[in-house]
Structure formats: structure tokens, C-alpha cells
């Protein structure tokens, strides 16, 4: 990923909107950028006060719904030929049509939402959508909950949870810090359960004692 090559962290700091929204849509269109990468380092600048975390999530869906567009139109006019073409990441491409194209057809709306949570499929899903020629009014109407659900959710994380959850994000995926966050949240339930079971099993010992007789006088 570009990410690896290019500080991108920087040149957000640096360039801020503009570039935030300039890397989501071209993720979005089907540009191999790190456009989620963008989206939690405008967000943790924002928890900084750098940024305003109302436009940071606001142009991320604004951008995360053109690229799409942008891709649609690319793969409705195009796509398969573009994705069967030798050249750059032939394998990959090849790939994305071979396991992308049979689960638009049967998933079709649900794709486009969930896709844009998922790296590979954010990357190539409008064009797929386009491809397997997907009617635009169920694409634009499930692409925009996509996109604004997942600058929202990507957005606000990034802005409580700081850096450790963007790292987590970029190495697992949502639903990897998911997972975390239940087994954390279960660990901590688990012993709040079994500290209360102790203080009750402690409780019901005392009250089994023999109560040692009184001193005449007491």
C-alpha cells in the first residue's frame, strides 16, 4: 500500500481537508490510496483540536460517495475490461472479478454497505457494482448509508480512542477491533462477576460463624 511508502499521517497534518478528501474519493474510484489511513489521522487531529471533527467526517462521506460514483461509472462503461487487462496488479485484479463478481450478483445491497468497511472490496466495490451492472438508483441509495455510516463509525472511533484504535483499524479492520473491544468488555465483566462472588462467598462464611458467647456484664 502507498501507506507503507508515503507518510501519509504528515501530509494530512500538512495538507488536512483538502487531502483527506482528495485520498478517500480516489480509494473510493478505485485507486489502491490509503483513504481510510487519511480518515483516522484527520480524526485523531481533530481530538487534538487541529481539526473539526464535524468536517472531518462530513467530507470523508461526502468523498467516500463521489469516488464511488466515480468507480461506478468507471465499471459500468469499462470495468471488466479494465480489471481483465495485463498490466499493474494483474493477479489482483483478476481476483477481485473472480471472487467479487459472483457476491455482488447475489448480495448486491448489502455489498456496497458492508463493502466500504472492508479493504479490498472499498477499493474495487463500485466498480463491481458497475460491472455486474447494478441498477444506480440501489447503488447511489446503498453506497451514501455506506459512506456516511463508515466516516461516522471509522470518524468518531479514531476521535475517542485515539491512535491506538486507527492502529488497530489499519492492521485488523473494524471488525478486528470489534472483536478486541467484546473480549475486553467480556474480560472485565467476567472478573466484576467474580469479585462480587468472592465478597458474597466471604459474606456467607461470616454469617455461618458460631457467635462467641458474651462476657457476663457485656
Given at each position: 500500500m502507498l501507506a507503507?511508502?508515503?507518510?501519509?499521517k504528515h501530509l494530512v497534518e500538512v495538507a488536512g481537508y483538502p487531502l483527506l478528501f482528495l485520498l478517500v474519493m480516489s480509494e473510493s474510484s478505485g485507486v489502491p490510496v490509503p483513504g481510510e489511513t487519511a480518515l483516522i489521522t484527520a480524526a485523531v487531529l481533530?481530538?487534538?483540536?487541529k481539526l473539526q471533527i464535524e468536517l472531518v467526517?462530513?467530507?470523508?462521506a461526502a468523498a467516500a460517495i463521489v469516488g464511488d460514483n466515480i468507480g461506478y461509472l468507471i465499471g459500468r462503461?469499462?470495468?471488466?475490461?479494465?480489471?481483465?487487462?495485463?498490466?499493474?496488479?494483474?493477479?489482483?485484479?483478476?481476483?477481485?472479478?473472480?471472487v467479487g463478481e459472483p457476491f455482488?450478483?447475489?448480495?448486491g445491497p448489502k455489498a456496497v454497505f458492508f463493502g466500504r468497511f472492508l479493504l479490498g472490496l472499498r477499493v474495487w466495490a463500485s466498480w463491481l457494482a458497475g460491472a455486474t451492472r447494478m441498477p444506480w438508483r440501489s447503488f447511489l441509495l446503498w453506497n451514501a448509508f455506506g459512506g456516511i455510516s463508515w466516516a461516522i463509525v471509522i470518524g468518531l472511533v479514531a476521535y475517542y480512542l485515539g491512535h491506538s484504535a486507527g492502529n488497530a483499524?489499519?492492521?485488523f479492520g473494524l471488525y478486528?477491533?470489534?472483536?478486541?473491544?467484546?473480549?475486553?468488555?467480556?474480560?472485565?465483566v467476567m472478573h466484576r462477576r467474580h469479585r462480587r462472588r468472592v465478597r458474597e462467598g466471604g459474606a456467607a462464611t461470616a454469617d455461618r460463624r458460631p457467635h462467641e458467647p458474651?462476657?457476663?456484664g457485656e
Open positions: 507503507a511508502i508515503v507518510n501519509v481533530a481530538s487534538r483540536g467526517i462530513g467530507l470523508a462503461k469499462g470495468g471488466r475490461w479494465l480489471l481483465e487487462r495485463p498490466g499493474f496488479m494483474h493477479q489482483q485484479r483478476l481476483r477481485v472479478l473472480e455482488f450478483e447475489r448480495h483499524i489499519e492492521t478486528g477491533l470489534a472483536a478486541v473491544l467484546v473480549a475486553i468488555i467480556s474480560a472485565f458474651r462476657e457476663p
